[in-house]
């Protein structure tokens, strides 16, 4: 990169998707920001455009930083874009449509993974995974088929932990709970299975694996 890219540039770097780093924009402005090492053309079809480490380097240097939060509470999403459940939301899409999204989401997580993890591996999670636990985790349940906590349904709950590169996972206690473990730890997560004194609550607490 030879230059700071142009306002129009910009646009489509800050208007990515928050979770995958998919473009939208015009050939001329993916194509510039392909040359300039900010995106890449995934090599399969349909050829979507994501952003590269050094664009989402640009993108978060943008971003207002966020407030400080005393206690555990669910990592805010942004608006627009694809969001991760994190679960306790209100009622959200549900459908073949919301699959595809979370497929496609989790498809460029993993080539996320592939371009950023010094081997190239995708089995195990990337940096941006852990400077996004809470959205991270919620995307690797989503897309493993778990259902999120809804207003009147069961399902998981994604939190964040003062504990560094650790997430709180909710569940119902036994097999939902269990089934939470279990595909987080596909998804290249490492979990143990904790009681809180108080409450008495069974929750996973879950970190992105590092070998």
Known sequence: MTRPPTAAQQRVIDAADPVTGRLRGTEAQLA?????????????????????????????VTEPPAAAEPR??????????????????????????????????WQGLLELRRMT??????????????????RAAA??????????????TPGYRVRA???????AVYAPEGEPLRACAA??????????????PRTRTRYLLASPRRV
Do not use: K, M
């Open 139 to 152: 995307l690797a349940l989503e897309a493993g088929g778990q259902p999120p906590e809804g207003p009147d």
């Open 183 to 196: 595909t987080l730890e596909r998804a290249g997560w490492q979990t143990g299975e904790y009681t809180e």
């Open 117 to 134: 993890n010094p081997d190239s591996a995708t089995d195990r999670p990337c940096g941006w995974e852990r400077a996004h636990l809470v």
């Open 32 to 60: 510039a920001l392909v040359r300039h090492g900010l995106a890449f053309r995934h090599p399969r079809p349909p050829h979507e455009h994501f952003l590269t480490p050094a664009g989402h380097r640009i993108r978060e």
């Open 72 to 105: 555990a509470v669910a990592e805010p999403e942004p608006t627009g874009g694809f969001a991760a459940r994190v679960g306790g939301e209100g009622a959200a899409e549900a459908g073949p449509a919301r699959v595809r999204e979370v497929h496609s989401a």
């Open 161 to 167: 932990t003062p504990q560094p590169e650790a997430v």
